[in-house]
């Protein structure tokens, strides 16, 4: 079964074997702390007066603990501004909890959709442009048509305005994997960012990107006595409970994968190397 249609399965392989796995995040960590207040908001206080009260969107924001440093970043620069976060998944109870009664977000009107972006989308398609900066922090894998959304994402940027959108790059080792797969017919990573580009340059969009190089340890996956192993292998696969169901031949090939692609690490640790991409799109003249 496709991981994504288990939330449960998708949320704690998401948490459990992926995040403490993944080195993506310190460095996504840093990038926010140290240069998305230059290379966003400072950009931002260009084209938005820092007495109006600009509107941001978060996609896809899950728990919301990379939306949160990006809050924090944009409280310093427009004293009010409203935070609306369309997160179809539980995770936004989470991001609810994390953010309420904090003091340093006491400016910030939060608006919480428990959607997908399409409901979101068809639900706004007939409002003028109002945000100034919307973000998709790898969330932009399960649009069911990116072209579209990219349509009605840019459409509700105010001119002046940012889209932030951050994804793995075809040269990710996951990436590598899904598509080395023969029994995997799709996948949701492949050439979303050369999608991306296209729709920029077809539509004379503005962008900037940065690249973030990473390792993501796969060692767990090798072990099959290993819960976390086991769904690693599910989030990397995008299938829930593989181990438990895949027919052996499935199993045996994507183990057989996982090893080519891997890299050999210190004390017979294995390791894919990451690569991903946070692409600015720019509304507007320069
Ligand atoms: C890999 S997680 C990323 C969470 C967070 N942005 C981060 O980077 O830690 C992907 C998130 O996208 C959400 N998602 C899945 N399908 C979506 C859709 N159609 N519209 C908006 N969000 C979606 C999931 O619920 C999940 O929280």
């Given at each position: 079964m496709d991981l994504t249609e288990d939330e449960e399965r998708y949320v704690d392989t998401f948490t459990n074997a992926f995040r403490i796995n993944s080195g993506d995040f310190d460095v996504i960590f840093h990038w926010l702390r140290n240069d998305f207040e230059q290379e966003v908001v400072v950009k931002l206080t260009s084209s938005f007066g820092c007495d109006e009260k600009i509107s941001v969107l978060g996609v896809g924001?899950?728990?919301g603990s990379m939306d949160e440093i990006m809050i924090g970043k944009l409280c310093q620069h427009f004293p009010r501004f409203s935070y609306t976060v369309v997160e179809p998944g539980k995770a936004i109870e989470q991001f609810k909890r994390r953010v309420d009664g904090k003091d340093e977000f006491k400016t910030v009107d939060f608006c919480w959709s428990n959607i997908t972006y399409e409901e979101f989308c068809r639900s706004e398609?007939?409002?003028?442009?109002?945000?100034?900066f919307i973000s998709l922090l790898h969330s932009?894998?399960?649009?069911?048509n990116l072209g579209q959304s990219l349509r009605c994402l840019m459409g509700s940027l105010k001119d002046g305005g940012v889209l932030l959108i951050m994804l793995n790059r075809d040269d990710h080792d996951t990436t590598i994997f899904l598509n080395s797969?023969?029994?995997?017919?799709?996948?949701?990573?492949?050439?979303r960012i050369d999608e991306i580009k296209a729709f920029a340059a077809s539509e004379n969009i503005r962008l900037t990107t940065f690249t973030f190089l990473s390792k993501l340890n796969v060692?767990?996956?090798?072990?099959?006595?290993s819960e976390e192993g086991d769904k690693l292998l599910d989030f990397l696969t995008e299938t829930a409970y593989l181990r438990r169901t895949a027919p052996a031949r499935v199993l045996t090939e994507t183990l057989d994968v996982l090893r080519t692609v891997s890299k050999e690490g210190d004390e017979g640790t294995r390791y894919f190397k990451g690569a991903c991409d946070a692409i600015l799109l720019f509304k507007g003249p320069e």
């Open positions: 924001a899950g728990d398609s007939e409002s003028d442009p109002k945000f100034s932009a894998y399960y649009l069911d797969l023969s029994w995997k017919a799709t996948n949701t990573h492949s050439g060692t767990p996956c090798f072990d099959e006595t």
